[in-house]
């Protein structure tokens, strides 16, 4: 039987048929091979002119069990990509694989059951629930398109899963209306694990909250993933936020990606220019390794993704180009990934120069530790893990 391991959630449908890993992959529950997503642009004649390249040639693995963040300005191309890898749009050309299925190829009737293991979790906690839908109206759609726990099931399942996100059961006959901005982004974390999924993209779910409602729902997060063998894909702006809940990083830039690598290489070595410069923008709780600390502060906007720069498409911006006395290579050449570390890939001519630079990079005499987040309990809600009345035991 496929189920949470969490009481009240026990499975009362026959597992999700899955496909055995193609190519001995057992670990990548997710594989996107040279991904682009382009969007055409027309005229007022219905000529085309053009296209955006919001993911132009992107390449990843997910593996299985972790959480992967994914992080780069607005405009890089990071929520493009996790809904290509859901086919919520539909890719222009590469390969997108979720254990071992070709995401593109498959009907419309697989496509249903696949999305029974891939959800998401939307940015926007306040205009993803419907206002005139009650909590259970809203939990319960999905599990009515899946046909799960119909019936006398369902109550007890709604229940179970407000339980699980830390609310109260008796809020399943609310409107959205009456609840906060975390209490409605733990409805939308509720609704997606409805059909108990495997993989879930998680596209900023905690921008447009407060910073201690914040530190809530990424604890939820990785407490999910500790009890129910979830795996993440984690979008954020914050290069700081995504250092608290991931085990790998993605750096996007312009639809391609600069940077892969571990955490904790990427925070403590990072090869390329632009996630120099991300890093230099986190304050560090450390006044006098603040004071040392060497930062950059990157000039105008991101550029069009309808006509990005030739070459290195961050040469307009980078500082390490202007350092180094504008390289025609930079200018000419795309650059391709190149292994700095275990398991640590960069797309830059010059990532010695920059793992030689102190740009970015915390001088302390004492490293600074990264904790678990402090958890703030919510006004009329207990700490998440706390029995809830009405919750069923």
Known sequence: MLGYRH?????VTAPVERAA????????????DDLKVHFPIFG???????????????????????????????????????HAILRLVHSTAGQIRFDGQDVAAV?????????????????????????????????????????LDQGPDRKPRIAALLSLVGLDAQYANRFPHAFSGGQRQRIGIARALAVRPEFIVCDE????????IQAQILNLLLRLRSELGLTYLFIAHDLSVVRHISDRVGVMY???????????????????????????????????????????ILRGDIPSPASPPPGCRFHTRCWLYE?????????????????????????????????????GVVQSDAPVQVGPLPDVPMHGAPMPGAPMPGAPM
Do not use: W
Not at 25 to 32: F, I, N, S, T
Not at 53 to 81: H, P, Q, W
Not at 260 to 267: C, D, L, T
Not at 274 to 296: D, K, Q
């Open 7 to 11: 009481g009240g959630l026990a499975a």
């Open 254 to 296: 312009l639809g391609t990606m600069v940077e892969v690598g571990p955490a904790v290489s990427i925070y403590a070595r990072s090869g390329h220019p632009y996630t120099r410069a991300l890093l230099s923008a986190i304050p560090v709780p450390n006044p006098g390794a603040e004071r040392r600390r060497r930062r950059v």
């Open 21 to 32: 890993p193609v190519d001995g992959g057992a670990r990548d529950l997710v594989e996107v």
């Open 205 to 212: 779910p905690i921008s447009a909250l407060d910073v201690s």
């Open 323 to 359: 350092g180094l006395g504008s390289p025609e290579r930079c200018r000419t050449e795309p650059p391709i990934p190149r292994t700095i570390a275990p398991d640590h890939q960069v797309a830059c001519h010059f990532a010695d120069e920059t793992l030689a630079s102190e740009v």
């Open 44 to 82: 007022s004649l219905g000529r085309r002119h053009g296209d955006v390249r919001a993911v132009d040639g992107v390449s990843l693995r997910i593996r299985r069990g972790e959480t992967f963040g994914l992080v780069g300005e607005s405009g890089s191309g990071k929520t493009t990509l996790g």
């Open 107 to 147: 009907g419309a009737r697989e496509l249903r059951r696949l999305r029974r293991r891939m959800q998401i979790i939307l940015q926007d906690p306040y205009g993803s629930l419907d206002p005139y839908l009650r909590v259970e109206a809203i939990i319960g759609e999905a599990l009515d398109i899946h046909g």
